[in-house]
Every structure is written in structure tokens, then in C-alpha cells.
């Protein structure tokens, strides 16, 4: 075994073979600056490539080994931990300090500024919670609010999302092509509208959109809908058919055409303004103001 397959392992084994693909894949993802990821990316690149199938040949899930692997490649110290992405748990903090003085010491270091020109920043809003996962740094680089809807959701909808939005807000909508997916997509849509008085001409499919499947040729596959007695198979195309890369690349391009103003002078201007707060307010800490 070379110093590159320790902890691997052995070659000759499925678990192997799929250890080193998915290794593989995520030097990729390394490389294209596309991490954190999530395991459903992963597995969808694996099926792209005709590693892993969508068919069940037993009583494990289809990506069941993917995640193993995953688990492996993590316990063995072969990728971070935080290379993946789980957007099904989440941990609530609470910053604290010794004193308020301090507290705001340190909070003035992550403190942002208004991106969107007093205007309400677009809700991007993902069909899956993998989708949302992946995109949350870029949404928070935008400062622009981010939710998954995990498919069919009204209460959530109801309760969380309608809420928060302003009629002018802005919607940047991130799903699946097929005849599920626009239906989730409607549904979605026309709830906030009836509960927030949204315009729905601010509604923006940004993925997958017909065009993208088209000009870019993305594999089309017979997906089952079984609300349907007997199941009825649609054409369809799963949003991580773009791949990671891609996505980000086309949310980033919408939201910078948007942008009132270039986001690196935005950054750049925020920078200076922590600064300068955080030196006024160590004064206050140090006793000297």
C-alpha cells in the first residue's frame, strides 16, 4: 500500500474502490474552491459516473455505502471533518462574555453592513435541504436569507418564511425539472403569496431552468411519482445534475447582477468600519475612553 491509499481500505474491495472515488472527487472539489459539500452531491456525481446506481438491490438505502465511505475517509483523517455538509441537525450557541463592553468588542468584528441599498435582499429558497446546505456561505457573503423547503411544506412556509418577507422582496427559487418539482415549485409560490402579499412577478427560477437542461445537455431520467396508483415515471432532471460548481457560479452571477453595488466594495468598506468601531470600543474596555 502507498503512503497515498493509508488508511484506505484494500484496493481490490467495493468499500475500497469506493473510498478512492469518492477521495478522488473531493480533491476535485478542493481544487474548485466547492467545499464544504454534502453527501447527496457526492452520491450524484458517483451515479454520473456510473460508480454507484439509483436502483435498490436490497434492504440499504441506495447511498447507504456512500455515506459509510464518507465516514471512513472522515475517521481515518483522510479529509476534514467539516468537508461535508450536513444540513439535517444543527447546534444552537449562545455568544457570551465577561462583560457587554466585550461582548460588543468581539460581536463589532463579525458585524455586517447593508448590502442591498435599504432594499429587502432576495430570499433564496431551495426544493432540497442538501441544495440549501451547500449554498448557505454564499448566501451569507450576500447577507441574503436562506431556506429549504424539503419539498411539499405549508406550515413552515406559513409560519417561518411569510413572515419575514417584504411584498418586494425578491425570491431566487433553486429545484428539480419534472413535473414534481414545478409542482412543489407553484405550491411553494402561490402560499407565500396568499400569506405575505409577495408580488410573484419577483419570483426567479435560477436552476434548474429549461434552458440550462437543454443547452447543456444534462440527463434526462424517468423518475417515479407515486402519489400516482400505480407509480406514473416522468422525464426528469435532479437539480445536482448542474453539479456543485455550476450552481454556485449561477446564484453568485444573479446576485451580483442585483447587487446595487460591487460586493468587494462593500467587503471592503465594511472591513474599515469594524475596524475603526472595534478600536473605539477597546478603549471602553481598557478604561481609556
Not at 418577507?165 to 418539482?181: A, E, K, N, T, V
Not at 446564484?251 to 468598506?269: A, I, K, N, W
Amino acid at each position: 500500500m502507498t503512503s497515498a491509499e493509508v488508511g484506505l481500505s484494500r484496493a481490490h474491495t467495493a468499500a475500497g474502490q469506493l473510498q478512492r472515488h469518492l477521495l478522488r472527487l473531493l480533491r476535485v472539489h478542493e481544487r474548485d474552491d466547492m467545499l464544504p459539500t454534502s453527501a447527496r452531491f457526492l452520491w450524484y456525481e458517483l451515479e454520473t459516473e456510473g460508480v454507484v446506481s439509483k436502483v435498490r438491490t436490497g434492504a440499504r438505502r441506495t447511498d447507504q455505502n456512500t455515506h459509510d465511505a464518507l465516514t471512513h475517509l472522515r475517521e481515518a483523517g483522510l479529509i476534514p471533518w467539516d468537508w461535508i455538509e450536513d444540513e439535517t441537525r444543527t447546534l444552537d450557541e449562545w455568544m457570551t462574555a465577561p462583560s457587554v463592553a466585550e461582548y460588543v468588542t468581539d460581536a463589532a468584528q463579525r458585524a455586517s453592513i447593508d448590502r442591498w441599498d435599504s432594499q429587502p435582499a432576495p430570499l433564496i429558497l431551495c426544493e432540497s435541504r442538501s441544495l440549501g446546505g451547500v449554498l448557505r456561505d454564499l448566501a451569507a457573503t450576500y447577507c441574503c436569507p436562506i431556506a429549504s423547503t424539503n419539498g411539499h411544506s405549508r406550515g413552515f412556509l406559513v409560519t417561518k418564511v411569510a413572515p419575514m418577507l417584504l411584498p418586494d422582496q425578491r425570491i431566487l427559487y433553486l429545484g428539480d425539472w419534472d413535473q414534481c418539482g414545478h409542482q412543489i415549485e407553484a405550491a411553494t409560490r402561490s402560499t407565500l403569496a396568499e400569506h405575505s402579499g409577495i408580488d410573484e412577478r419577483l419570483w426567479e427560477r435560477v436552476a434548474l431552468t429549461t434552458e440550462q437542461v437543454h443547452d447543456l445537455d444534462l440527463p434526462v431520467i424517468l423518475k417515479p411519482d407515486r402519489r400516482y396508483k400505480p407509480p406514473r415515471y416522468f422525464d426528469a432532471v435532479e437539480t445536482e445534475a448542474l453539479g456543485q460548481a455550476s450552481i454556485v457560479e449561477a446564484l453568485r452571477v444573479r446576485l451580483d447582477e442585483l447587487m446595487p453595488e460591487l460586493l468587494d466594495d462593500v467587503l471592503e468598506r465594511q472591513l474599515q468600519q469594524r475596524t475603526e468601531v472595534a478600536e473605539q470600543l477597546r478603549g471602553l474596555v481598557d478604561g481609556t475612553q
